[in-house]
């Protein structure tokens, strides 16, 4: 062509570089070439119009920890106003959504982006979404008032131990920093293995003979699948040094009488706690990541249906109760012994990883308040990614509908023109629920070993 192009497709085509152009273009391409074409030139336009991006990551951390301290003196109130914007706001940009995508564009219609004929099929797709979504979390909160306050008081518990542990205030960042650098380290080794798939790993050109047919080695494919499963076992094997880290630091808050105020921590007890990990615990922690890991995916499955089946108040507890009995016994039985809770025992008592997760189904089994409880911080971690989501996706919307001093993401023929904010939106939102999800996690575990730690003293004592 007579203007600047990259190759695409094996080289059977081109694509402009000027992001208007090429957006053009793609609109006017064949349906399969469409759909192909498009997500590569999502893939340009994030990487172009990064700087709103950028943003979100420092102002999720930001207000993570903003959020963090407020909790302490007003966890109620802003749990329950969380909650609340969580329910209005889908239902609301949801409604707004669907009437842009039927009837054109108005002036509401600038707050859910452009208007563009190719854009019209994912307004109403996700603003569909948002309003089940949204009418889904109001009925269950509405429904499980109980277990919120549940949750605001294991938050409670929480943020006295971690107010009075500095190391962990840092814990997410180190989290998110490690998982970080493990990436980065493999993501050489990555580029070599998409290399055997794609001609050009940057501009995402497949490997394909002239009559356009796309064919892979099975030794490629086993490779790709052999490395897939080594990252994922890797990132559990952090996930895992992660517990261990913030449950020793738990434990020894707990039994030094922590909760009657008697004792005052450590401000290194989380590396305290990485370091006997390191040297006495590593082989359990590889050993609970390669389980954990393969059945994670069954766990949350099945844990789903059983997380419903609990819920006797509620008649749609009680039908999925009924009509999946069995697959709630089998996630009971079987699958729930094999999680992160083994690691309480791992800790407290140094016993392998097998051994430590019958000893903690045995001490769980006939206490519900640990079911109870994980009720209320699924709630709570609803909320908590929920409200990211909306935070991220509105600032990132915020930066290219106003711009910045030296750059503007509205102008057409510019080369960091946002053709189609809602992707960036969308971007924008799931990088602040990465970032935010280890904040939500230090909770979850914290309240999850103190109640764990409660129960054993209780058993102690009986």
């Not at 434990?251 to 922590?258: K, R």
């Not at 954990?292 to 089946?309: D, I, K, M, N």
Request: hydrophobic share 50%; net charge negative.
């Amino acid at each position: 062509p007579d203007y600047p192009s990259l190759p695409f497709s094996g080289g059977l085509g081109c694509q402009p570089r000027d992001l208007t152009m090429a957006a053009s273009v793609v609109n006017s391409s064949s349906k399969e070439q469409n759909e192909w074409d498009t997500t590569f030139l999502w893939h340009r336009m994030l990487r172009s119009a990064w700087e709103p991006l950028a943003a979100v990551v420092v102002a999720q951390v930001i207000l993570s920890y903003v959020f963090l301290f407020l909790m302490r003196y007003f966890a109620r109130t802003l749990i329950w106003t969380s909650m609340f914007l969580l329910s209005v706001v889908p239902l609301g940009w949801g409604g707004c959504a669907i009437w842009c995508s039927q009837y054109g564009p108005n002036l509401g219609c600038t707050i859910i982006g452009e208007t563009q004929d190719q854009s019209i099929h994912y307004k109403f797709m996700f603003g569909t979404a948002a309003i089940v979504l949204g009418a889904l979390f109001t009925l269950i909160v509405c429904r499980q008032g109980n277990k919120v306050d549940l949750a605001i008081s294991c938050l409670e518990w929480s943020f006295t131990l971690i107010l009075s542990t500095p190391s962990l205030l840092l814990h997410p960042i180190l989290l998110l920093i490690i998982r970080s650098l493990v990436l980065l380290v493999l993501y050489p080794t990555w580029r070599e293995i998409m290399s055997l798939f794609f001609e050009d790993v940057d501009t995402l050109a497949l490997t394909c003979t002239e009559s356009g047919h796309c064919s892979f080695d099975s030794m490629a494919v086993a490779l790709l699948v052999y490395f897939l499963f080594i990252t994922y076992w890797i990132l559990q094997i952090t996930a895992g040094m992660s517990f261990m880290v913030v449950i020793h630091a738990t434990q020894y808050w707990y039994f030094s009488g922590g909760l009657r105020q008697e004792v005052r921590t450590s401000r290194l007890l989380a590396l305290r706690g990485f370091f006997i990990t390191l040297r006495y615990h590593f082989g359990s922690v590889v050993m609970g990541g390669l389980v954990c890991g393969v059945f994670q995916p069954f766990r949350h499955l099945f844990g789903s249906l059983t997380w419903l089946a609990r819920m006797d108040e509620n008649p749609v507890g009680r039908v999925i109760g009924a009509c999946c009995c069995c697959l709630v016994a089998l996630y009971q039985n079987w699958l729930e012994p094999l999680s992160r809770n083994a690691y309480f025992e791992v800790v407290r008592s140094s016993r392998s990883f097998s051994d430590a997760a019958l000893t903690v189904w045995d001490v769980m089994e006939d206490d519900d308040t640990i079911h109870l409880l994980n009720g209320a911080t699924v709630i709570f971690q609803a909320v908590g990614l929920g409200l990211a989501f909306l935070c991220g996706s509105l600032l990132s919307q915020a930066i290219v509908k106003s711009g910045l001093p030296w750059k503007q993401f509205d102008e057409i023929g510019s080369p960091s023109y946002v053709f189609n904010p809602l992707v960036e939106d969308m971007a924008g939102g799931l990088i602040a629920v990465f970032l935010v999800f280890p904040f939500l996690m230090l909770f979850d575990i914290v309240s999850d070993t103190v109640l764990y730690c409660h129960i054993v003293e209780g058993h102690w004592k009986s």
